[in-house]
């Protein structure tokens, strides 16, 4: 099982980029930029990767909408050259208010439109002419002077890992025949096998073995104490002034209740499927209206306390093998220590614990 760590986009960058030398020697192996509507990924990943030398890199993730099909695969193929062959391309759809409403793109068709632009990077990674007739994308197109084109360098590799982050079923079968990665949400591992086994094994039967076996990344918050429950509980009965878990409760009362339209938002969907309906309807009726606090507040201690890695060494252990039985491949950590100090040793007795 692997440790990846995914970089904020609220700030920290350059201190973050400087303090990574100490996690790498903790035990990480990967650091993941987010690109939402904040700065783009992809400068911050060349900066990563020119004072990094193993960490693998990732975007996590880059939108399928906001860049051409043969500019994301341009995209990949220069991080990948410029790392030294270390970066992996995190896609996904985003969501209509950040697609419609940042960049001013329909949102629409995102499974075939991330099926044909998987297609077409890996075309232009093997430096294939670029002849693609797909539903949605043409290349080249039906004019005069077009002509069929080739990437010019020639890449590190001609097959840079994908990762999918995708959350409904048709997705994530999608995600399990043709990516080597799947990004999931707030993963519970009770409950994944009945929200998720079927759309996996319906897409790992299509799966080519030449990607190998499907890596399951989740992200996960990390903290290290010997009480777990005031670490859960303080964030309600303590208004939030210095739990350890605040920001990841925080983090999904966002999700489940801000993070799209009331009418369509993916992590509230998810929520439900994990058998949370009544919850996630309050948690969003209280964001919308503006009551963050007390939607963190109503965010089920269940949900918080599966998709987290928070308690003792011994409990913390008895989650991972719960994560590693459910299929998790790598972790996607918070470390939720309130210094640096603190948080890199998280990831080092992470790692000394990890499962296999």
């Known amino acids: 099982m692997r440790i990846g760590m995914m970089i904020s986009y609220a700030g920290g960058f350059r201190e973050t980029v400087e303090e990574l030398a100490d996690y790498e020697a903790a035990g990480l192996d990967m650091v993941l930029v987010p690109e939402a509507y904040s700065f783009d990924a992809v400068s911050q990943l060349g900066y990563i990767a020119a004072r990094t030398r193993r960490l693998q890199l990732a975007s996590g993730i880059m939108q399928i909408y906001t860049r051409t099909p043969t500019l994301t695969a341009m995209t990949a193929a220069g ?70 084109l080739k990437l010019i360098n020639r890449p590190v590799r001609e097959r840079i890992p994908i990762i999918l982050a995708a959350v409904g079923p048709k997705n994530v079968e999608m995600a399990a025949e043709i990516a080597e990665g799947w990004q999931p949400l707030f993963f519970h591992p009770e409950k994944a096998r ?14 080519d073995p030449a990607l190998g076996p499907l890596d399951v990344g989740v992200t996960v918050p990390v903290a290290f104490t010997d009480d777990i429950d005031s670490a859960v509980d303080s964030a309600v009965d303590s208004g939030f002034d210095s739990p350890v878990l605040q920001s990841y409760r925080a983090m999904l009362a966002l999700y489940i209740g801000g993070m799209g339209a009331r009418e369509k938002n993916f992590s509230r969907e998810v929520a439900r499927r994990y058998g949370y309906k009544r919850e996630s309807v309050l948690i969003q009726d209280l964001y919308l209206s503006g009551r963050k606090a007390e939607a963190a507040a109503a965010v089920p201690q269940d949900l918080v306390r599966a998709t987290s890695l928070v308690g003792p060494k011994s409990y913390v252990a008895e989650r991972l093998a719960a994560f590693a039985e459910a299929g998790v491949t790598t972790l996607q950590v918070t470390s939720l220590g309130r210094t640096h100090e603190e948080r890199v040793r998280a990831i080092e007795t992470l790692r000394g614990i990890l499962p296999g």
């Open 79 to 148: 991080l990948d050259y410029v790392s030294g062959g270390r970066f992996n391309l995190g896609l996904g759809a985003s969501g209509p208010q950040v697609i419609e409403g940042f960049h001013g793109v329909p949102f629409d068709a995102p499974l075939a439109r991330t099926r044909e632009i998987v297609e077409i990077c890996r075309k232009v990674w093997r430096r294939e002419t670029v002849v693609h007739h797909g539903k949605h994308y043409r290349l080249p197109l039906d004019t005069p002077l077009a002509k069929p």
């Open 194 to 207: 009945e929200v998720w086994g079927e759309a996996l094994a319906r897409g790992l039967a299509k799966r």
